[in-house]
């Protein structure tokens, strides 16, 4: 059972413009959502995350917006630049030490 | 920089051998996940361990094992290795209950011939 889940394998953007990355959850339960970037060969590397008591959390060109009703988040990247071509995995917990459920990755292709 | 440490970087190797990874978790992380990643699939979460106790178990198979010793590095025990465990490993620590955010090491990339 998945219980994150990430429906587009790949995604395209031109450089410069918004990249939206997606995300959607089914156990109510979790309360705290991330988002990673991963480059082939290296370790995934933390960007930005969110409580369930937000609905939005920016830092520089990432924004993380969440509906809970829906149980979505989406990653926004504004404006979309080279280095950010990656894959990018989204991840919710329970809090409270539990493990984090990972998404199966989107990878974001940023065209010049 | 993580603050995350792995070693070896890469390691190669033949069916049947055994392995150790070794993660050394960021200053002061209680907790270390093992994750394995095989040819650009996801994340597959295998155990964390907490203050040297297991917390939690993934999809590990019996023919691996780890360790969390009491200056909280730990290692990941790889035998009767096959060729599908060919992977990469990667460690993350992390510092609950503060926080459940995960900081990842660079991987160990296995090799089995």
């Known amino acids: 059972d998945q219980q994150v889940k990430q429906n587009s394998p790949s995604l395209s953007v031109q450089e410069g413009r918004i990249s939206i990355l997606n995300c959607d959850y089914t156990n109510s339960m979790f309360d705290y959502f991330l988002w990673y970037k991963k480059y082939p060969a290296e370790g995934p590397t933390f960007l930005i995350s969110i409580s369930s008591i937000k609905d939005k959390n920016e830092d520089g060109r990432f924004t993380v917006f969440l509906n809970k009703s829906a149980k979505h988040l989406s990653l926004h990247i504004v404006p979309s630049q080279p280095g950010d071509s990656a894959v990018y995995f989204c991840a919710a917990s329970r809090g409270g030490n539990y493990q984090l459920i990972w998404g199966a990755g989107t990878k974001l292709i940023i065209k010049p | 920089d993580s603050g995350v440490t792995q070693t070896p970087k890469h390691l190669i190797t033949a069916t049947g051998q055994r392995v150790t990874l070794r993660c050394s978790p960021r200053?002061?992380?209680?907790?270390v996940y093992w994750y394995q990643q095989s040819l650009d699939q996801g994340l597959q979460f295998l155990i964390q361990y907490y203050n040297g106790e297991e917390r939690a178990k993934g999809n590990i198979l019996e023919r691996f094992s780890a360790q969390q010793f009491p200056d909280l590095h730990s290692e990941l025990n790889l035998s009767s290795l096959e060729l599908g465990d060919s992977a990469l490993y990667f460690c993350a620590s992390s510092a609950p209950p503060f926080t459940d955010t995960q900081y990842f090491g660079p991987g160990t990339r296995l090799t089995v011939l």
């Open positions: 200053s002061g992380d209680l907790s």
